[in-house]
């Protein structure tokens, strides 16, 4: 006969290597995509440094062309700065709409990206 004990000490054994198994994967899982974020996040930062080198030299070769083509030379980076300065309120009154909620969806696609697939 089968003794009833050593079938519950064998079922609570499995379950510990069940919830052992679980555990590990959530930690597997969280670090993929952790670094994932992380890697966009890097990668978003280059490009965004790279993009504002090209618009600082692209703005004083504004600048310059304006200033030679109004004739004054304070005109053309005054006008660029003009420029920049109603860019910036546009995107302070609209970032709820232009940053936050673009940013947030973009960090909850890449949290559950994997979850989809797999469910």
Not at 34 to 57: D, P, Y
Not at 88 to 100: E, M, S, T, Y
């Amino acid at each position: 006969m089968v003794d009833p004990f050593s079938k519950i000490e064998e079922l609570a054994t499995h379950m510990k290597e069940y919830v052992n198994m679980r555990i590990e994967n959530v930690k597997f899982n969280a670090a993929e995509k952790s670094s994932g974020i992380a890697a966009n996040t890097i990668a978003g930062v280059v490009v965004a440094i790279v993009f504002l080198f090209f618009l600082a030299f692209l703005s004083v070769a504004g600048a310059l062309a304006l200033s030679g083509w109004i004739g004054a030379s304070w005109s053309g980076f005054l006008i660029v700065a003009g420029i920049y300065l109603a860019i910036g309120l546009g995107i302070w009154f609209g970032r709820q709409k232009l940053l936050r909620i673009p940013i947030m969806n973009s960090m909850i696609r890449q949290l559950f990206k994997n979850d989809r697939a797999h469910g």
